[in-house]
């Protein structure tokens, strides 16, 4: 008999259901928040409540589009955290009410390992290819840049982190700080397309080991702006293309300088990586050019899996539901992964 998961994704802003038969995409729905625009970051409260708008709706999407009914799941799935509360009430809630009254098992599932076991989404169409293990994944995204070792689908460790500001914060910061809009990423990678990354020099961080920090790289960028401003109000509207070109190689000089050394010290040379920040495509290209040189074998996310999404939460949750996890409904959702 197949498996069928339903994943439900609400942790930030967007709401999103997606579904899985033995482990083949059959769904993937997200309903992005705008509200948040004219705010440039987003609002918990109001994402919130945009969840609770779309979240029967999505659902209900996910599986036409997916042909299965509700009585044919074998799991429900959701994001317990880490994220926003109010947003994970939301899908938290809705899974359990939806587990209750189908009679169905739901399995909890930790945002993060969504993330890092994304490639393993199948699609009827594609060639699929997925990592073994172990395999290293660079995890990016507005809360989050790790270096995490994998072991197996449900054995990961973190080899190294953040000590400050996550690096989808640093472009999303600047980007606003510099004027550009929000969020900051795909309207950074986009400029940076056209200009020329060896123009300006940013500080870089000396953080012992593997973890990483990006608070510094950013201060750095706005002193320098703030100053040239000064002697040349039309400074950022005539350089924008090189600042940004500029400003994300160093970002990408960061995150490669610290993956490097991980795959030499574990010896490991599957390389995945994941997270909004992961649809950059100056990252993209690193890692591949990286990987060309050291050997590495390297397995990059469809753009449509690197942001949140529930198909990552319907795998990861398959991959418990396997295991014959199966979690309590007085489960609460977790803002922080250290309280998973
Ligand atoms: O994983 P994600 O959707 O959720 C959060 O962690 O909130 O990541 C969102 C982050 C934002 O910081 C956004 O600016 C960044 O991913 N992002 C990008 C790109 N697309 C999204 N950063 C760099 N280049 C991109 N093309």
């Given at each position: 008999m197949s498996d069928i998961i339903l994943g439900i994704e609400s942790s930030c802003d967007d709401t999103s259901a997606a579904v899985i038969k033995d482990g083949f995409l059959l769904s993937n729905v997200i309903a992005s928040q705008q509200v948040h625009k004219d705010f440039g970051g987003v609002v918990p409260e109001l994402a919130s409540r945009a969840h609770e708008v779309n979240i029967v709706p999505v659902v209900s999407q996910a599986l036409e589009k997916a042909g299965v009914?509700?009585?044919?799941?074998s799991a429900i799935a959701f994001t317990r955290g880490p994220g926003l509360l109010g947003s994970l009430l939301v899908g938290t809630s809705f899974a359990k009410a939806f587990g209750l009254s189908l009679g169905k098992p739901i399995v909890m599932v930790n945002h993060l390992q969504g993330h890092i076991l994304a490639n393993f989404v199948k699609q009827y169409d594609k060639e699929n290819r997925q990592p073994s293990f172990p395999y290293l994944c660079l995890l990016v995204s507005g809360g989050n840049s790790q270096i995490v070792k994998v072991s197996s689908p449900l054995e990961f460790e973190i080899l190294g982190q953040t000590i400050d500001d996550a690096v989808g914060e640093a472009f999303d910061k600047c980007s606003k700080m510099m004027g550009l809009g929000y969020p900051g990423g795909p309207i950074i990678d986009r400029l940076a397309k056209q200009g020329n990354p060896d123009r300006f020099k940013f500080a870089k961080p000396h953080i012992q080991g593997l973890d990483y920090s990006f608070s510094g790289v950013k201060t750095s960028l706005l002193y320098f702006v703030r100053d040239e401003m000064e002697k040349d109000p039309q400074f950022m509207e005539n350089n924008k293309e090189d600042i940004c070109a500029s400003f994300q190689k160093t970002l990408i000089d960061i995150l490669l300088d610290k993956l490097v050394k991980a795959a030499k010290q574990t010896g490991i040379k599957e390389i995945t990586i994941g997270g909004g920040v992961s649809a950059n495509s100056g990252l993209r290209e690193r890692i591949e050019m990286e990987g060309k040189k050291r050997g590495w074998n390297t397995y990059l996310p469809e753009f449509k899996f690197t942001?949140?999404?529930?198909a990552m939460i319907a795998i990861a949750g398959y991959f418990h539901y396997l295991a014959g996890e199966k979690t309590s409904l007085d489960v609460a959702p977790v803002s922080r992964i250290a309280d998973f």
């Open positions: 009914k509700p009585e044919e799941l942001t949140d999404n529930a």
